[in-house]
């Protein structure tokens, strides 16, 4: 069964249109990850899902139920955790998820259980009687995570959640939401411009670009659709028609004094190349990431403009992964 | 079942908001005190009404100026909930806009209340011990009192929430909220006996909604009143009823 469903979604604001035309289907038990640039409609796509704003046109189903016209029934089959924090933090931990259960009409019994249960699931029994505003990034969002989960939905959204965390709090939540899924059983949707979130996360991923899904499938399925290698060479002249010439190179792409190629089995071929390319400065191998994929089909970076030395950065991570 | 859970949800964050926030009590009683011992006592020694000393006859006056000024800027606190999106969390959850606009009501209504309390019991005080004579507080008219104040700060506290709805910064909020007020103050006759006015003050003093609360207070504090408590309370529930209308409409079309 499909959880989410929608049909020529579109929402416009003042002529501008955030999400265009969406066509989405996303089944139970799965965590599928939206992927796409800051702006590309996948906060307002997550806003209409979960009824805080009405679509323009179009329709979507979550759970089976109409998000306009059966708002109520929608908004008691989702949990989620905003992008920006929603906690209150002149309340603490407990009191946050006393109110959550409140306000979504709990058994008191059953509310202190999962009270007690999500806390233990994010490690945060022991603080529970902080104050939030004395919480970390990271135990905030794990707080938040944690209160998303406790009334028992079905469809547990995710924006952006691991934004603005440092690496180490990052992989707690990854591992919590890996944790989550195991033992609640529901689907969690999230938003994300990290691709080693949706690489490490999702079943299933779309990429978001100017509110159109651009390409839909598993991390797997698209990341073989760069059909080998990508070795990328920083050269002031290369010679791109030697290169051209040898028959492992599927693909050549010139961006920004670079060389993008796409090589099968470069570990073995990489000498040839460097030879035919003429004087090089340096060079970077690996196997095709999500990056690739972006730069594939929206022809550029997600990160472009982002931060400088995006390629300088790949170069670090390589090295790490060795 | 879940609806009244919601309410009860919304107002127990508020409460709970207001007791960790212990300046804030003292903040809003400090400045009555203020107009009462030092405006009161130093137009006082000067001027009296029909015989009653002026801090006895403004007492009712700053009572309400007290629930006016902390209901209406209790509507800042939704300015900081869509600021922190805290509002985001309770718009998301499966209770209807009213639920959540009568709760804040309670919420601030408890508050206001609190603060209501104190300076009634101070009034008492100051009474018995013949600072301010004159001043009727045995507990019926406490009572009375505060049973005609919740009426006033739920409709007040209403009017702070629908200026909250649609302001997108506390700043915001703060302009628009002191542009009402002190005229909504100064025209209710807390400060001035108001059956002798200048002609073309009288219909300000009238349909100003803040007069009918000073008057009734007056009554019960001072045993006189320009109106009568019917006219007071018919003018007061009216009001209640309008801005409540008008509060959840404005929460209807809230954007988050």
Known sequence: ?????TENLTKKYNGLTAVDNLNLKIEEGEIFGLLGPNGAGKTTTL???TTLIEPTSGTARVNGFDVVKQSDLVRKSIGIVFQDPSSDEILTGYENLKLHGLLYGMEPSLREKRIKDVLELVDLTDRKNDLVKKYSGGMRRRLELARGLMHHPKILFLDEPTLGLDPQSRTHIWQYIEKLQKEENIS????THYMEEVDRLCNRMAIIDAGKIVVLGTPEELKKVIGGDVVTVKTANPNIAAVKKLDFVKKIETKNGLVYLTVTDADKNLSEILQAIGKVESVEVHK?????????YTGKEIREGEAEGGWANKIINYNRKK | MSERSGLYAIWYREFKVFLREKSRIVASIINPILWLLVFGGGLGSSISVKGTNYQAFIYP???AQAALFSSIFFGVYIVWDRK????????VAPISRTTIFVGKILGGATDA?????ILLVLGAVLSWSGIIPGLNLGILSIVLSLFILFITISALVSVGLIIGSKMESPEGFQLISSFLLFPLFFLSGALFPINNLPAWLAPFVIIDPLTYPVDALRKIILGASHFTLMTDFGVMLGFLALVVVIGTYAFKKMKV
């Open chain 2, 61 to 63: 006056g700053i009572l």
């Open chain 1, 47 to 49: 806003l209409t899902l």
């Open chain 2, 113 to 117: 209340l609190i603060q209501s309390a």
């Open chain 1, 288 to 296: 095709p990431t999500l990056d690739d994929v972006f730069i594939h």
């Open chain 1, 188 to 191: 969690v949707i999230i938003t």
């Open chain 2, 84 to 91: 922190i999106d805290f509002l985001k969390e309770v718009l």
């Open chain 1, 1 to 5: 069964m499909a959880v989410i469903e």
